[in-house]
């Protein structure tokens, strides 16, 4: 069973020190349990933040333990009246081959509605993740100018369609040509805004939002957010839902303080984590996949092959080389 562990805690970007491959007998499956062979691995940007040893909203990783995440696997022998050999399933077993589940720790998902690799992206943590930060904190109305910063990620490309659903003016702000271009065409954003070429973002804001910023979905942090904090309206609502470009510093950056800002604009800035709206995921997913089946809603993956580039698939999260959702394909089904 070949397995990826923490090696050590990074510092800055992780690199090939952070991750150690390596291979232990597959366990044996006790009554009520199920053995999983993994078919996909689901990198995220949040795992950067369990792997240091700070308090947070979830557990850091162990050194020399397996990396955890969200995966799907097909169930290839079981010991529960729950499942069968066959079956596919979702859970955070994480970065190994195989693993032995207890029957409640994993859901089971129908290959039949959507492709399985869905429910770790559109249908999954980050689909629920762009539809309860936008629609419980958010709250676009129609008319209204939503900007989105990681825009063409997994998060943010769901967050900018269902603003679209909702009538607002949606403007992108994502890293390269190519991601602008799937936003427009694709998505049917109204404007993006390619943050590392553009010399000025405050400027292309000003122009792309006539009217204005009503909300502000933050997935990035750092100078981004200070330029969107630019532009916003009176009662601009802010969801703080990521902070990618800060997740690798080695010492805090300090831009602007943003509390005037706030106060003049009576502007509501929260933070959340999709953890909070766990009694209300079912309903988020019934939603997102009607508007899937109705066309309403689409989605891209970026899929890369091999267990052994889990950890390269990582690190390309923070080198934007990805649109849509990114995750690695381990074995066949
Ligand atoms: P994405 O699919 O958006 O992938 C990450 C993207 O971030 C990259 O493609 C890259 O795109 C962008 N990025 C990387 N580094 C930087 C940087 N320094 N500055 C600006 N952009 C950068 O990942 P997810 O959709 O899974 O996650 C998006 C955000 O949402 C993350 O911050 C994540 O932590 C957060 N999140 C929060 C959750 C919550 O419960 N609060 C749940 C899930 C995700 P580009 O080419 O545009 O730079």
Known sequence: NNQIILAERPQGMPDDSTFQFVQKEVANVREGQILIKTLYVSVD????????????????????????????????????????????????????????????????????????????????????????????IGKPKEGETVVISGAAGSVGSTVGQIAKIKGARVVGIAGSDEKINYLKEELGFDAGINYRTTNDIERDLAQDCPDGVDVYFDN?????????????????????????????????????????????????????????????????????????????????ETIREGFENIPDAFLDLFKGRNIGKLLVKVADR
């Open 220 to 300: 990035v942090g750092g100078k981004i957010s200070d330029a969107v904090m630019t532009q916003l309206n009176r009662y601009a609502r802010i969801p703080v839902c990521g902070a990618i470009s800060t997740y690798n510093q080695e010492e805090p950056d300090i831009g602007p303080r943003v509390q005037q800002t706030l106060i003049k604009k009576s502007a509501l800035m929260q933070g959340f984590t999709v953890a909070n709206y766990a009694d209300r995921f079912k309903e988020g997913a019934q939603q997102l996949g009607s508007w899937l089946q109705e066309g309403k809603l689409t989605y891209r």
């Open 45 to 136: 940007p949040y795992m950067r933040g369990r792997m240091v040893d700070a308090e947070s909203y979830i557990e850091p990783f162990k050194v020399n333990e397996v990396i955890e995440g969200g995966s799907i696997g097909e169930v290839i022998e079981s010991k529960s009246n729950k499942f069968q050999e066959g079956d596919v399933v979702t859970g955070m077993f994480g970065w190994q081959e195989y693993y032995a589940a207890d029957e409640n720790e994993i859901r089971q998902i129908d290959p039949s509605i959507a492709p399985i690799t869905t429910h770790l992206g559109i249908l999954g943590m980050t689909g629920l993740t762009a539809y309860f930060g936008l629609l419980d």
